[in-house]
């Protein structure tokens, strides 16, 4: 189902709820009430005996002018290539996982190029944070846990950019 400006999507299945924003993304504490009230309504139909996994995940296209672009310089999560190797990447993919929550959640990051243009660079870093094992959140504490994930993504995210992509997005802004 989608809001009435196609920009918020939610999707419900047995046993799953999903809520999407698309370009251009919506503050969090918009899209976050999105959240609450996706959750109230859903409870409110359906009787939720437990949580198998939840998760809040950020899919970040980040685009470069460039069709050459020194990872190192932007990002301090990126694949490292040693001087014994080529240098010039054409594709590339990392991923990391970092336990969180004495074990309970897991964080996964993931950098690779999206390969959609020889004109220009994007890379698509991608953080997924999300419960490892099930019922160890709380029906009521689903809302509480999402605001936590968010503050840790947040976290992650400013961990995996340096300051020059700061000031490349607050340039853009």
């Avoid at 809040?56 to 685009?63: P, Q, T």
């Avoid at 969180?100 to 959640?105: C, L, S, V």
């Avoid at 419960?131 to 689903?142: A, H, M």
């Amino acid at each position: 189902m989608f809001a009435s400006d196609r920009k918020l999507l939610l999707q419900l299945g047995p046993r799953l709820l999903v809520i999407n924003a698309l370009k251009p993304y919506p503050t969090w504490e918009h899209f976050k009430k999105r959240i609450a009230s996706a959750w109230k309504i859903l409870q409110e139909v359906v009787e939720i005996k437990g949580l198998e996994r939840i998760g809040l995940r950020y899919i970040n296209r980040i685009e470069f002018p460039s069709p050459i672009v020194r990872l190192e310089e932007y990002f301090d999560f990126y694949p490292f290539v040693g001087e014994r190797l080529p240098q010039k990447i054409v594709s590339f993919i990392t991923i990391a996982e970092f336990p969180y929550a004495d074990d309970r959640d897991l964080c996964r990051i993931q950098i690779q190029r999206a390969l959609d243009s020889e004109t220009k660079t994007a890379v698509i870093l991608d953080i997924d944070y999300f419960t490892v094992r099930p019922q160890t959140i709380d029906v009521s504490d689903g809302l509480t846990w999402v605001e936590e994930a968010h503050s840790r993504v947040e976290e992650v995210f400013e961990g995996c950019i340096t300051d020059k992509l700061r000031s490349m997005f607050e340039k853009a802004n």
